[in-house]
């Protein structure tokens, strides 16, 4: 390593001094207050959400014979947690429920990301 690259003692000390006032003596940046402008440039990014309320096998004939109306036989069961895809991803488990004469889903699990 040449001299040249190498930095002055009292430099590396001002620049520890910098790192730890920025993001502490642990190395994680520290919590700042966000706000939804800080997330502007993201709003119109598409996002495809989806719950599966269960699933079915069913024969191509009786899939085209499904119409608005038609009542089909889930395997999960009342009560059970639906899962919540976002991107075709598993982000949340939750549960069905009714709001207003309207079915909607409410969040009771968030998937950690392994990433």
Known sequence: MSTESMLPLSDLESTAELVAATY???GEQPPSAKTAADLEHVFD???QVSAVLGRTK???GDLLR???GHILELDR???EAIDIFVNDRLVARGEVVLVDDKLGVTM???IK???
């Open 58 to 60: 069913m024969g191509v």
């Open 77 to 79: 069961r009342v009560g």
């Open 24 to 26: 502490g003596a642990d």
């Open 113 to 115: 990301s392994d990433r």
């Open 66 to 68: 499904v119409t608005p």
């Open 108 to 110: 009771t699990e968030i």
């Open 45 to 47: 990014v598409p996002v």
